[in-house]
Every structure is written in structure tokens, then in C-alpha cells.
């Protein structure tokens, strides 16, 4: 764990020096492939996609997920409601220490970076100038905590998320969250939409915080990067740009339903992650091949 | 009468990549290192017959991608077509160089974290939105040659007067009675389609 904290603030330091150190990539010689790179008929034209996807959509669909989301669980609410299991005096203890420091590292930093986010996506509302600055900042300091604690993360809970076909059963009824009726669902300890957020936010986190780190440091020179996507430096800025808007709206969309899951559809939900123990009837209910397992280790 | 629309266009059969361009818009606008507002380049070098230099700055284009990209709308569109913006609005996120056919915009490091500071690019030395020629003008945009009535330095400056700037119709009657005293020979500037759109 120290030695690969060590290796990224390295990297990071690294990637700082290089920077000083070589020639610049876009605004030297290499501005030739920058302006070579725009529009013409043998590049992928990445300058002009980037303008018009960046001037007529993006903001457009940012809106439309940070309304349409909500909308949709608000809804939700309205009409299934809230899940409301009995808490009794059996619980389960699921959630070390380790699992939720390095869970709450990582919801910070979520609440920062998205917000800051939006800001930045509607800086024009904002005004631009100190504050919309002010997120840009944060939201590039808050990329570090996550940085730091996405592998541990992705390694502590990788047993728990892989697909099975029971996982097919679940998506067919989503869970059975469209009805008021408790049933018991046949999940284990992550059911199929948990698993899904553990994807986007793992795989998804991490095109992120490349895609973030590259307009970062944006004048860097890393050879193999250039002849692994056969993209120009400044083509590989503007698809970083393009990556960062289209997964950011799949990650907030994810994100959002993460948070109303764990805070509003299932009721007190949100305690397991706080202090480590799950309630039984919950367990029963909603993950119940996890429930026998543990009924049979004696757990309870 | 009309608004003058003001373009650069850089004769290539007359560059001979001294760099003068480059580096009387440095010094006038006191740029600080690592900034380089108008960069001399050479295109398909080593190429018999298809080698040529040119000048590049910002081109001020005709419906500038910069302006159609910035999340926080810092452009504004002067009516004689020179493509300004407000440093004290930028956030310095990038994108108008992403968008830019030219690689016009720059960004200085800032802070103890060494993000990207405001953008920086070529204002046709027409300075910005602050007060015209007010100390605070000069330190953010540099020099505002326009309002004193004063041509860009760079054209200015150039030995060739490969590099010409001005109302579009004065640069074009240029070119044209160039053009036609080299025998119809090298009408094209690198970029000016791109740029201008042709008009
Ligand atoms: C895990 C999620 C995310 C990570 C790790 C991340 C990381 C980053 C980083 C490191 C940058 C570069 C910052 C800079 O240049 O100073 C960046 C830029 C940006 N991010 Fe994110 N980001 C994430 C999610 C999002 C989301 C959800 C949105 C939109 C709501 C978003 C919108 C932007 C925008 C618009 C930029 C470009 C402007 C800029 O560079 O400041 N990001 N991101
Ligand atoms: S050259 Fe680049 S910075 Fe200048 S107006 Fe065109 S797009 Fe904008
Ligand atoms: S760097 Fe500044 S001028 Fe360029 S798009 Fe971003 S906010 Fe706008």
C-alpha cells in the first residue's frame, strides 16, 4: 500500500519535471500536426468533433441528467416508495474498518469532484472568473484522494462483483424496486445494480482520472502513448476532452442512483457503509444466496 | 459603409523564417517565458518544392471555434472580426486549444499545484475588455496598438512584409498584385481556408 502511494506522488512528480524539462508538445515544432490534425481528410477530424459536440451537446446533456435522474426517483418515490425492513438486534458485521475508510475516502471525493464538475461544465451560469476556478482546482486536488484509493477499492470488492447469471434475473425485475411488494431476491452480497456501480465507478474512475490527468498536464511527452493510439499530442487532448464529458454523464447518472439507493429506496440503508453492520431482514430480503451462506457459517 | 473585417495572411514565398515576428510580439507585450503568441513554422521540411515557412498566431477566424467551445463564454467578437477574450473569466480548462485549428491558445503554470492559468493568445494587439491602454490592459493583454492607431508589431516588424495584416480588401489587393507580378504563383497561405472560410 505505501510503496504504490509512493510510485503515484512519483509518477505525479515525474510527469511535473517532464514537462519543464522537454520540448513542448503543441506549441513547438508540434504545432505543425496540431494544425495538420484539424479537419483534414486523413486525421479523424478529433478538432472539429470536439467543437461540435463541445458548443451544441455536452452542456445539454449534463442538464438533462442532472434533472432527468433525479426526476426519475422522484418519481420513484412518489409512486413505489421507500423499502422499510424491521431493524432488530441481528446484524451482520460486512464492512471492516479498511473497507470503509477506503469507501468514504471516495465518497469525498465524489462529492466534491461532481459538483465541482458542474460548475465547471456550466461556467457560463457561474460567471466564470474566481469561483469557477476555484472548482477546477478543487476538482483536480480531489482527483488525488480517489486516485489513491481506487485500486484498493477495486481489489477488496472484486470477488463480491463479478457477474453470475442469477445477475440476468435480477436486471429482469431491476430488483424488484418497481414494486412495493418485499420479495426475496436471490443476490449475493452485491446484487446485479451494485455490481454495475462497481464497474462504472472502477473501470469509469479510472478513464476519468486519465482522461482529467492528461488536460492537466496537458504539454507532456510519453512516446508510447503516441505510438500505442497512432493520435497526434494535441488529438490525444481533444479525445481526452470527448472521454471525459460522455463517461462523466454515465458515471454521474450511476453515481446518482448509487446515493438515492443507499439514502432514500432502501431505509437506513446507508448505516452499513457508516457503521459496518447490515440488518439482517435486509440481507434476507434483498441478497438471500448471501443470507444462507452466512445463516450457515452461523452468522446472526 | 461596412465594418472592416481585419485578417492576417502570411506571403510564403516571401518567409524566410527569421523569427522577427515572433520575437518583436514578445518584446513588445513583455510575454513571459514559455509563451509564444506567434510561432514561425516550417511545413513539409526537407520536401523539394513543398517546403515553405510561415507565420502562425491566432488567425481570429471566422466563426471561431474558441469562442463556440469556452464553458464560461469568456470571448467576445470585436465588429471588425478580431476574436478577443477576458482573462479575468478564463478558468484556463483548455478547451479552446482543443478546438483551435491553430494551437493559438497558451497556458502559463500558476499556484504551488501548477494548474493552468488564464489563456494567452495573439489579440491582434488590440489589447482586452479592461480600460484601453490602462496599466492593467497592458499587463494582461499587452500592448494595445489599435486604439493608438499603430499596425500589429509583427506585421510591422517583418523584413519581407511577407506577414500582412489589415482590413481584408487591402490585404487581398496585396496578395493580388504580388500574385501577379510572381507570374500567378502562390496565391494559398497555409491555414487562411481554414481560418476565413474562404471569404
Ligand atoms: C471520478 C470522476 C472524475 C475524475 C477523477 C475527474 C478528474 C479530472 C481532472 C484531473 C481534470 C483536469 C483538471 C484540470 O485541468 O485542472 C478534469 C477536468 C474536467 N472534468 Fe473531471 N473528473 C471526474 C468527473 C467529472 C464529472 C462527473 C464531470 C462533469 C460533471 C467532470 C467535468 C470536467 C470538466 C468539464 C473538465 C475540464 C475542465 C478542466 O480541465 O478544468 N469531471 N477532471
Ligand atoms: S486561431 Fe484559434 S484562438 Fe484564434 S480565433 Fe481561431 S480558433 Fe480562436
Ligand atoms: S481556457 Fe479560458 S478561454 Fe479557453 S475555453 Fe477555457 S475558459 Fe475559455
Redesign the interface.
Known amino acids: 500500500m505505501r510503496k504504490y502511494i509512493y510510485t503515484l506522488i512519483a509518477l505525479l512528480g515525474f510527469a511535473?519535471v517532464a514537462?519543464g524539462a522537454a520540448d513542448?508538445q503543441?506549441?513547438g515544432?508540434m504545432?505543425?500536426q496540431?494544425?495538420l490534425g484539424?479537419?483534414q481528410e486523413e486525421s479523424l477530424k478529433l478538432?472539429a468533433w470536439?467543437?461540435f459536440l463541445?458548443?451544441k451537446y455536452f452542456?445539454w446533456v449534463f442538464l438533462g441528467v442532472l434533472i432527468g435522474v433525479p426526476t426519475v426517483f422522484f418519481l420513484h418515490y412518489k409512486i413505489v416508495g421507500q423499502k422499510v425492513f424491521p431493524h432488530s438486534h441481528n446484524k451482520h458485521y460486512a464492512f471492516n474498518l479498511f473497507h470503509r475508510t477506503i469507501h468514504q475516502v471516495a465518497a469525498v471525493s465524489f462529492m466534491v469532484i461532481i459538483p465541482t464538475g458542474f460548475i465547471?461544465?456550466?461556467?457560463?451560469f457561474?460567471?466564470?472568473?474566481t469561483l469557477?476556478?476555484m472548482?477546477?482546482?478543487l476538482h483536480?486536488?480531489f482527483t488525488i484522494p480517489f486516485a489513491i484509493v481506487i485500486l484498493p477499492m477495486a481489489l477488496m470488492w472484486i470477488k463480491e462483483a463479478i457477474f453470475n447469471l442469477e445477475d440476468i434475473k435480477w436486471f429482469m425485475i431491476l430488483g424488484g424496486y418497481l414494486s412495493k411488494k418485499k420479495r426475496i431476491i436471490n443476490a449475493t452480497q452485491f446484487n446485479a445494480g451494485q455490481k454495475m456501480w462497481y464497474w462504472v465507478c472502477i473501470l469509469g474512475g479510472l478513464v476519468m482520472i486519465l482522461s482529467g490527468a492528461m488536460?492537466?498536464f496537458?504539454d507532456f511527452k510519453i512516446e508510447m502513448l503516441h505510438n500505442l493510439t497512432g493520435l497526434s499530442h494535441?488529438d490525444m487532448?481533444?479525445a481526452s476532452?470527448i472521454i471525459h464529458n460522455v463517461m462523466g454523464f454515465i458515471l454521474v447518472a450511476v453515481f446518482f442512483t448509487h446515493i438515492y439507493m443507499a439514502a432514500v429506496a432502501i431505509k437506513g440503508a446507508i448505516h452499513s457503509i457508516i457503521t459496518g453492520y447490515v440488518e439482517e431482514e435486509e440481507v434476507k430480503f434483498l441478497h438471500n444466496a448471501w443470507y444462507k451462506k452466512l445463516k450457515e457459517k452461523g452468522k446472526f | 459603409m461596412e465594418n472592416a473585417r481585419m485578417k492576417f495572411y502570411c506571403d510564403e514565398s516571401r518567409c524566410i523564417e527569421c523569427d522577427g515576428c515572433s520575437i518583436a510580439c514578445a518584446e513588445a507585450h513583455e510575454l513571459p517565458a514559455?509563451i509564444?503568441r506567434r510561432?514561425v513554422?516550417?511545413?513539409h521540411e526537407g520536401i523539394p518544392g513543398k517546403e515553405v515557412s510561415t507565420s502562425?498566431a491566432c488567425m481570429h477566424c471566422t466563426d471561431a471555434?474558441c469562442e463556440?467551445?469556452?464553458?464560461?463564454?469568456?470571448f467576445y467578437i470585436r465588429e471588425d472580426g478580431v476574436v478577443l477574450h477576458?482573462k479575468?473569466?478564463?478558468?484556463?480548462?483548455?478547451?479552446c486549444?482543443?478546438?483551435?485549428?491553430?494551437?493559438a491558445p497558451?497556458?502559463p503554470?500558476e499556484?504551488i499545484?501548477?494548474?493552468?492559468g488564464a489563456m494567452d493568445k495573439c489579440t491582434m494587439c488590440a489589447g482586452g475588455p479592461l480600460a484601453t491602454n490602462s496599466h492593467h490592459e497592458f499587463e494582461l493583454y499587452g500592448q494595445n496598438r489599435i486604439a493608438e492607431g499603430k499596425v500589429p508589431v509583427c506585421a510591422a516588424m517583418c523584413s519581407t512584409k511577407a506577414l500582412l495584416v489589415g482590413d481584408a480588401e487591402s490585404v487581398s489587393n496585396v496578395i493580388r498584385a504580388r500574385v501577379a507580378a510572381r507570374g500567378g504563383k502562390g496565391f494559398n497561405s497555409?491555414?487562411w481556408d481554414?481560418a476565413y472560410k474562404n471569404q
Open positions: 511535473t514537462f513542448s503543441i506549441w515544432e504545432r505543425i496540431n494544425i484539424y479537419g478538432g470536439f467543437t463541445q458548443s452542456a465547471i461544465v456550466f461556467g457560463d457561474f460567471g466564470g472568473g469557477v476556478r472548482a477546477k482546482n483536480g486536488i488536460m492537466f496537458m494535441i487532448l481533444r476532452a | 514559455g509564444a510561432k513554422i516550417t511545413i502562425i471555434p463556440q467551445v469556452c464553458p464560461v463564454d469568456c477576458d479575468e473569466k478564463c478558468i484556463g480548462c483548455g478547451y486549444l482543443y478546438a483551435c485549428p491553430f494551437g497558451q497556458f503554470r499556484g499545484f501548477g494548474s493552468k497555409y491555414g481554414k
